[in-house]
């Protein structure tokens, strides 16, 4: 019989403090790409196929790791933060300007989204009209991996997260 020790506290420590940038970086990535002249030809999302393997690798491994991505994604002040251009912490990042730049890449790409038009039998169904709004990393990500029409490995890792409550949120 396999002995299996468990992963030492301060090690999830350093992943609470990682994982957050990790999520920036990805979405950063993503909003940065969706200014090329052709954002259907992924070579930069490609880019980003490595993080999204190791994360989803990480993810595997551990639940406790799949938690912290999970309330990373979930989390609305985190990507109030991200927004403001402030760090995790709460502090101002030394890439504001960047940060702004990326919202304003991401902002063209959301408004080019085609306006939908409902079927009269869902209007009354909650969610299905009026103004859409991403509030957390996890709403943009759906939102890129819409958008660059479903690349493996972001798909994978979002769709490789077990099932849980904070999601139904």
Known sequence: MVHV?????HLFLLLQQLVPHIVVRMVYHLREASSDADPTVSVAVSDLDALFSFCQALC????????IFRDVLCSTQ???HFREGLMPDGTRSSGHASISASWRCYS????????IQMPDDYHDVTGAVGAVGHTTFLDELVFWMINFEFPEKLSCFLLSMRPDAVFET
């Open 60 to 67: 595997e491994r551990n639940l406790r790791v799949e938690e």
């Open 108 to 115: 063209a790409a959301f408004a080019a989204l085609p306006d």
């Open 5 to 9: 020790t468990k992963a030492p506290q």
């Open 78 to 80: 985190a990507y109030a």
